[in-house]
């Protein structure tokens, strides 16, 4: 689809932007239009599983770009991991097209409540265990860490000194 609005495509998702920590409910805005000025918000967990969606109304209904903002309430979290969506049906045949996805960290799956996260740059002798016994007084729970950082960290025994790691609170 074509946008008449300036070149810009026809979803833009604003927030939360890739590989943000969110809380529930998840908050997603940007501009956008779609058929009949309307298209669809989901969020899903790492495996697929649909937690949460909305129909959402933006734009004019003739090609116009609206302001939108959704909260999605979560009523599971089965992981840490997992995706917006925005997108639209299509008029033709209903699937799914212009569709913009977001990955994201739920911050209540690592920490509830979830209230944010301090940064942390990593100093030389530092391990996640070692942050997360200094953070939350168990070296347990270095997993919180890792978790919050999977943009970043591949192997949560490898960390570099100078890498700015998220520790969720």
């Given at each position: 689809m074509t946008n008449p609005a300036g070149g810009l495509p026809p979803i833009s998702v604003?927030?939360?932007?890739?590989?943000?920590?969110?809380?529930?409910?998840?908050?997603?805005?940007?501009?956008?239009?779609?058929?009949?000025?309307?298209?669809?918000?989901?969020?899903?967990?790492?495996?697929?599983?649909?937690?949460?969606?909305?129909?959402?109304?933006?734009?004019?209904?003739?090609?116009?770009?609206?302001?939108?903002?959704?909260?999605?309430?979560?009523?599971?979290?089965?992981?840490?991991?997992?995706?917006?969506?925005?997108?639209?049906?299509?008029?033709?045949?209903g699937s799914e097209i212009n569709k913009v996805v977001v990955p994201v960290t739920f911050g209540p799956a690592l920490i509830d409540p979830y209230a944010g996260f301090l940064q942390y740059t990593v100093q030389r002798g530092d391990t996640l265990s070692k942050l997360a016994r200094q953070f939350y007084g168990n070296a347990s729970l270095y997993p919180r860490i890792f978790e919050a950082n999977r943009h970043l960290l591949s192997d949560p025994n490898r960390i570099f000194t100078g890498q700015v790691l998220r520790i969720p609170q």
């Open positions: 604003r927030q939360p932007q890739p590989h943000d920590i969110v809380d529930n409910p998840v908050g997603v805005c940007g501009i956008g239009t779609g058929f009949e000025a309307t298209f669809s918000a989901r969020v899903r967990a790492a495996d697929g599983t649909e937690l949460a969606a909305t129909s959402i109304t933006a734009g004019t209904g003739t090609g116009g770009l609206g302001n939108f903002h959704v909260d999605l309430a979560l009523s599971a979290l089965p992981g840490p991991q997992g995706v917006v969506e925005v997108f639209e049906f299509s008029a033709e045949d």
